[in-house]
T-cell receptor, first 112, second 111 residues
Framework: GDSVTQMEGPVTLSEEAFLTINCTYTATGYPSLFWYVQYPGEGLQLLLKATKADDKGSNKGFEATYRKETTSFHLEKGSVQVSDSAVYFCALSLRNFNKFYFGSGTKLNVKP | DTAVSQTPKYLVTQMGNDKSIKCEQNLGHDTMYWYKQDSKKFLKIMFSYNNKELIINETVPNRFSPKSPDKAHLNLHINSLELGDSAVYFC??????????FGPGTRLTVL
């Protein structure tokens, strides 16, 4: 069935370190892919998205590229800040099937 | 302007009580959702409504009943609350299956 798998956390990094959070998906059809971020005590908010293969989503220094050949949408940031500490969710939507799937979330802790 | 709002933000109640959580969106979206987030941050979809019609009804106890009086509102009523219902409940909305916009959450604590 359709699903999203992302790396388990927590991920702990020092400020200015490079971040990668892996996300792979299984889907019938042609999904759109999303990264959401949840800061402590808040709801989820969209970080970036890509709607077709080879598209790159980017926002606030974060990037992810829609890779159809490896069914992946890994999140990267070149230099993390303490303020990036949050839980990150990978997600996919299947327009034709009216479905939306979230991964299990990856907690990121950035230390000064 | 708040795009998706929920009330109340916190709800503390005794086992066996009945409670409701309200959600409103002012984005003009046609689809609204209820999610339950547990203490490990796992997000589980409960219900989805499209134009006031129920389209997703995941395996949740029938003590949970959603009601959508119009496209902009989706309320969640919970009967006979149990300890295991303690969680954060999020409402969200989207235009079909495009980006979902989430409310701030309602933290439910059942004592």
């Amino acid at each position: 069935g359709d699903s999203v798998t992302q790396m388990e956390g927590p991920v702990t990094l020092s400020e200015e370190a490079f971040l990668t959070i892996n996300c792979t998906y299984t889907a019938t059809g042609y999904p759109s892919l999303f990264w959401y971020v949840q800061y402590p005590g808040e709801g989820l908010q969209l970080l970036l998205k890509a709607t077709k293969a080879d598209d790159k989503g980017s926002n606030k220094g974060f990037e992810a590229t829609y890779r159809k050949e490896t069914t992946s949408f890994h999140l990267e940031k070149g230099s993390v800040q303490v303020s990036d500490s949050a839980v990150y969710f990978c997600a996919l939507s299947l327009r034709n099937f009216n479905k939306f799937y979230f991964g299990s979330g990856t907690k990121l802790n950035v230390k000064p | 302007d708040t795009a998706v709002s929920q009330t109340p933000k916190y709800l503390v109640t005794q086992m066996g009580n009945d409670k409701s959580i309200k959600c409103e969106q002012n984005l003009g979206h046609d689809t609204m959702y209820w999610y339950k987030q547990d203490s490990k941050k796992f997000l589980k979809i409960m219900f989805s409504y499209n134009n006031k019609e129920l389209i997703i009804n995941e395996t949740v106890p029938n003590r949970f009943s959603p009601k959508s009086p119009d496209k902009a509102h989706l309320n969640l009523h919970i009967n006979s609350l149990e300890l295991g219902d303690s969680a954060v409940y999020f409402c969200a909305s989207s235009q079909r299956t495009d980006t979902q916009y989430f409310g701030p959450g309602t933290r439910l604590t059942v004592l």
